[in-house]
């Protein structure tokens, strides 16, 4: 139905479909806004900034020995925490939502732990563990197994950060799903293994993606626990997140926007990748 009066059009609809109303109009306008504001006018800055001077400067910058050093660093993280933190989230989440054991509501607390501790706290935290005068010390010097400082410690807060996203996600679609299929696969004789692989795993796979993809984004783009955990070393402990504020407080901005652009680049990579995943999940 469309109503007219004095210059001024209202489209509504008789269903209850569609409505066309100035508010309407003004909160699809002020979430735009916010969305160009704080995330897609930034994100272009970084690029403006990065190919300000031409794509020569930027390919140079790439080629810098202490960055490229500190792509290796972030990926090697990430290869560690992912992997670990994507086994330990599946495994819990099937333990909680399929069992009933004691200490189960204690279990779900602590892993909400990384979500409501500062990430420089988790840092130092690590630090009072494993430092100089810290508690394992002792063990510590009697190895030789340097932690602080050093990418083992880097690896501990990285997983330490990244421990609750896959579990997290997994837990409500675990919930949401019907048992009967899994009962009925044990009835046939399957055994746990084959009841998971065959059965649990085609129905989480899509949760378990988005877990995978969180858990790699904070791992690459995580700064506070292992700055502190890692003491900033150039070309030694520096991340790429780590290296972009080191460069630009040496008022190198162009090095830090260039690694900024690559931070981005690898974010982009991977929703990429969630998205064509996705799309083929769809397609099945």
């Known amino acids: 139905m469309e109503a007219r009066g004095g210059g001024v059009s209202k489209r509504t609809s008789i269903r209850g479909e569609e409505v066309d109303t100035p508010g309407k ?14 995330l897609i006018i930034p994100t272009l800055n ?36 992912v992997p670990i933190n994507t086994l330990f989230g599946v495994t819990a989440a099937v333990l909680i939502t399929r069992t009933q054991f004691w200490g189960k509501s204690f279990l779900m607390a602590v892993l909400d732990l990384p979500f409501s501790i ?18 394992f010390a002792p063990i510590i010097r009697a190895t030789g197994f340097n932690i602080v400082f050093a990418f083992p410690g880097m690896a501990l807060a ?26 009925a696969a044990r009835t046939l004789g399957a055994s746990d293994w084959e009841v998971f692989w065959n059965v649990t795993l085609p129905n989480i796979k899509l949760g378990l993606l988005y877990g995978i993809i969180l858990t790699n984004a904070r791992a690459m783009g995580e700064f506070g ?60």
Do not use: C
């Open 25 to 38: 109009k003004l909160l699809v306008g002020i979430g735009v806004g916010y969305v160009f504001l704080v």
């Open 46 to 81: 970084v690029f403006a900034q990065a190919f300000s001077k031409g794509l020569g400067p930027f390919l140079y910058h790439m080629t810098d020995p202490d960055f490229l050093h500190a792509v290796k660093l972030t990926l090697m993280l990430s290869a560690v925490a």
């Open 118 to 135: 500062s990430p420089v706290v988790t840092g130092l935290m690590l630090v009072l563990l494993y430092g100089r005068n810290g508690w």
């Open 158 to 183: 990285t997983l330490f950060v990244t421990l609750p996203f896959v579990v997290r996600e997994l837990i409500p679609v675990l919930e949401s799903l019907d048992i009967a299929e899994e009962e």
């Open 225 to 284: 626990a292992v700055s502190v955990i890692s003491g900033n070393i150039i070309g030694r402990t520096q991340t790429l997140t780590l290296f972009v504020e080191s460069a630009y407080k040496e008022y190198n901005t162009e090095l830090a926007f260039s690694a900024s652009v690559l931070l981005s680049i690898l974010a982009l990579g991977t929703l990429f990748i969630k998205e064509h995943l996705e799309e083929e999940n769809l397609v099945e």
